[in-house]
Nanobody, 125 residues
Framework: QVQLQESGPGLVKPSETLSLTCTVSGGSITTNEHYWTWIRQPPGKGLEWIGYISYGGSTSYSPSLKSRTSISRDTSKRQFSLQVTSVTPEDGAVYYC?????????????????WGEGTQVTVSS
């Protein structure tokens, strides 16, 4: 059974870059059945989709975050990573990585079949 685990600093200073890594165990990140997503939840708010990287390495980002966001991967380590530049306190949230199901996406819906436990990131000086 695949497991996802987020890691990275819990505290980032304003204007700096937030960097998180998701390590995948129990499965490959290059199978054509899944894509790999970052999602966040600010305090008191709903889930916000950040972006994803596909099994082939292509990426897609939320329009509201696209100018500051980058998702990359290291297939040899079965990891994918998130960077958000020029952070502000509004970027403080619980950040989750999740595995999306390609077949649902093809049919116009979104389904995530595995999630990390989430990691809290605070933006403060």
């Amino acid at each position: 059974q695949v497991q996802l685990q987020e890691s990275g600093p819990g505290l980032v200073k304003p204007s700096e870059t937030l960097s998180l890594t998701c390590t995948v165990s129990g499965g490959s990140i290059t199978t054509n059945e899944h894509y790999w997503t970052w999602i966040r939840q600010p305090p008191g708010k709903g889930l916000e989709w950040i972006g994803y990287i596909s099994y082939g390495g292509s990426t897609s980002y939320s329009p509201s975050l696209k100018s500051r966001t980058s998702i990359s991967r290291d297939t040899s380590k079965r990891q994918f990573s998130l960077q958000v530049t020029s952070v502000t306190p509004e970027d403080g949230a619980v950040y989750y990585c999740a595995r999306g199901v390609i077949s649902a996406l093809i049919h116009g819906s979104t389904r995530y079949d595995s999630w990390g436990e989430g990691t809290q990131v605070t933006v403060s000086s």
